[in-house]
């Protein structure tokens, strides 16, 4: 099941909220990327039920960007929500996680977490890369980066075991 990255974004920083790290915009998205590669690459299904896209800093989920950009380069202190439209109020996005997922996310958050936004973006921008084949496109008139990439680059890390698969259990 593919989540909407705003429920997978409340986990997240509900998480490592109670972990005791502050995360940036640029920090959830990259964590939210790489955990989406992953889950690909181990479980053969995206994560995320919406496209990333190739931005200066590396993938991003726009409506997450847009979500939390009023926080700037600080600790993310708010939650991703979205209007009922029974009230018209905006709302907490809540959404039930599989403990499959609930597990994947916690190994994803203990090696990913810690970093700095930079750090996760720099990450982010291996030249062999989804990110880096996309931005290479001339004139592309869109900046998506499709899942078949990120799935085929984390399936190749996670068959050369280099990177932060190591250790990752298949």
């Not at 509900?14 to 005791?20: L, S």
Request: charged share 20%; aromatic share 10%.
């Amino acid at each position: 099941m593919a989540y909407d990255p705003r429920a997978l974004a409340n986990c997240i920083l509900d998480t490592t909220a109670a972990r005791g790290f502050g995360v940036t915009n640029m920090a959830l998205n990259k964590i939210i990327y790489f955990s989406h590669g992953w889950h690909m690459a181990l479980h053969d299904r995206p994560l995320v039920s919406v496209s990333f896209e190739a931005w200066d800093y590396g993938p991003v989920v726009p409506l997450l960007y847009h979500q939390f950009k009023g926080h700037g380069d600080q600790a993310i202190s708010t939650r991703a929500t979205r209007i009922d439209l029974q009230t018209g109020r905006n709302v907490a996005v809540e959404g039930a996680v599989s403990a499959e997922t609930r597990e994947h996310l916690d190994v994803m958050l203990e090696f990913y977490a810690p970093k700095s936004g930079p750090t996760l973006s720099h990450l982010s921008h291996d030249p062999q890369g989804p990110w880096a084949s996309v931005r290479r496109r001339p004139n592309h008139p869109s900046m998506t980066i499709p899942d078949d990439l990120i799935k085929a680059y984390f399936r190749s890390k996670l068959q050369s075991r280099t990177g932060p698969s190591d250790g990752f259990q298949a």
